[in-house]
C-alpha cells in the first residue's frame, strides 16, 4: 500500500467511513466532474503514483473501487476505552500502534465507562482484557475473604 496522506489521516473506523463516503461522492461524480484538481489532494496524489489518469472516468472509477477494497481490508485493532478520546489521543494511539506494531491498522475504538479506566483489545480474533474493572475484580476475587472479614467486623 502506498504510504500517503491519505493512508495518514486514516487512523480510525471513523476516519475510515469518512473516506469511504468520500470516495463514494466522488464516484457517482466522476462522469460530471470536468477537473481533477477540484478532488481532494491525498487523492490525487494516489492517482498519480499509479499512473491513473483521472480525467477517464473508467479508469478513475475502477482506481476508486479498487481503493474502496483496500481501506476495507486494513486490519483493525478494536479498543475499548472508558471515556471518548480526543482526536488527538487517537492520532498518539496511531502512532504508538504503527511504531511498536510496525504496521497501519484501522483503531476501532468502543467507548464503555464501566471498565472504569485501561483498555480492552481485539485482533484477530485474540482478546485482552487491561481494564481497570478487572483488575478491581481480580483483586476483590483474590481476596475476598478478606474483604469480606472486614467488612463484618465493622
Known amino acids: 500500500m502506498d504510504k500517503t496522506a491519505l493512508f495518514e489521516v486514516i487512523q480510525s473506523k471513523t476516519d475510515l467511513q469518512e473516506v469511504l463516503n468520500q470516495i463514494d461522492e466522488l464516484i457517482a461524480s466522476l ?45 483493525q485493532l478494536g479498543l475499548t476505552l472508558a471515556f471518548a478520546p480526543s482526536k488527538e489521543y487517537i492520532t498518539a494511539l496511531s502512532n504508538w500502534v504503527h511504531t511498536n ?10 467507548v464503555d465507562e464501566s471498565i472504569l479506566g485501561g483498555t480492552t483489545i481485539s485482533f484477530n480474533g485474540h482478546y485482552k482484557d487491561l481494564s481497570l474493572n478487572k483488575a478491581l475484580d481480580e483483586e476483590y476475587q483474590n481476596n475476598r475473604e478478606l474483604f469480606t472479614g472486614r467488612l463484618k467486623a465493622n
Not at 35 to 60: I, T, W, Y
Open 31 to 75: 462522469y460530471q466532474q470536468k477537473d481533477p484538481k477540484s478532488m481532494p489532494e491525498a487523492f490525487v496524489q494516489l492517482a498519480q503514483s499509479r499512473k491513473v489518469d483521472l480525467n477517464n472516468p473508467e479508469q478513475a472509477e475502477s482506481f476508486f473501487l479498487g481503493l474502496k477494497k483496500e481501506l476495507t481490508q486494513i486490519p
Open 101 to 110: 506494531v510496525g504496521k497501519n491498522l484501522i483503531l476501532d475504538i468502543t
